[in-house]
């Protein structure tokens, strides 16, 4: 059984430059949760995907953005990154999207913006 | 908004002492999950509990699901350092326009002198 895997570990970029951040569910997931954590504070949900359609998406501005893949993987996209935006990015694969199964974690993205 | 808050915020506790950690949400949950994320990691899946006053154990922690759902506790006896990190529970919620998307208490900080 594969994990979830995200990429890159760590990334360094500048007020409003634009990233990319990738994600592989796990196997057998169909489901995937973004969620941004700053440092001392709980994840913060984004958005989520199911089957390529967003299913439900948090208080975070449209300059962040997100794909899912037929294979399920996915991709958060942040424009326009602004200080704030410097976080851990989680990554994480569910069976069901309605908040009644676990949730599986890959490593996270480490953001910083200069 | 809907807000799951959690006590202590931190708790520093000699090896071999029990520690406690509350969490309190404002609206009752069709279920609540905990996760550890260890210092510089990601949120480790712990357990789930779904029924109105259930305990479970795994080893030396106990896991508690309020009568009216709305708070639940951890608690672990005789802490070792393997137990330092941060505790969170989280359970479904809304998320602006985002229905029954797991939110994430403030966590608790576990820190363990040997």
């Known amino acids: 059984e594969t994990g979830v895997t995200q990429s890159p570990t760590h990334l360094i970029k500048t007020r409003g430059q634009q990233v990319t951040l990738r994600c592989s569910s796990q196997?057998?997931?169909?489901?995937v949760s973004w969620y941004q954590q700053a440092l001392g504070q709980g994840p913060q949900f984004i958005f989520q995907?199911?089957?390529?359609?967003?299913?439900g998406r948090g208080n975070f501005p449209p300059r962040f953005s997100g794909l899912q893949f037929p294979n399920y993987s996915s991709e958060l996209n942040v424009n326009a990154l602004e200080l704030d935006d410097s976080a851990l990015y989680l990554c994480?694969?569910?069976?069901?999207?309605?908040?009644?199964?676990?949730?599986?974690f890959g490593n996270g993205t480490r953001l910083t913006v200069t | 908004g809907q807000q799951v808050m959690q006590i202590p915020q931190y708790q520093h506790v000699q090896e071999g002492e029990d520690f406690t950690t509350y969490c309190n949400s404002s609206?009752?949950?069709?279920?609540i999950q905990w996760y550890k994320q260890r210092p510089g990691g990601h949120p480790v899946f712990l357990i789930q509990?779904?029924?109105?006053?259930e305990v479970k154990k795994q080893k030396r922690l106990t896991f508690q699901f309020g009568e009216a759902k709305k708070n639940s506790s951890l608690h672990i006896t005789a802490t070792q350092t393997t137990d330092v990190g941060t505790y969170f529970c989280?359970?479904?919620?809304?998320?602006?326009?985002?229905?029954?998307?797991?939110?994430f208490g403030t966590g608790t900080l576990l820190a363990v002198q040997p």
């Open positions: 509990l779904v029924k109105s006053g």
């Open positions: 995907y199911y089957r390529e359609e967003e299913n």
């Open positions: 196997s057998g997931h169909n489901t």
């Open positions: 994480a694969s569910s069976l069901t999207g309605d908040g009644n199964s676990p949730l599986h």
């Open positions: 989280a359970g479904p919620g809304n998320y602006g326009g985002a229905t029954n998307k797991l939110i």
């Open positions: 609206t009752t949950l069709s279920n």
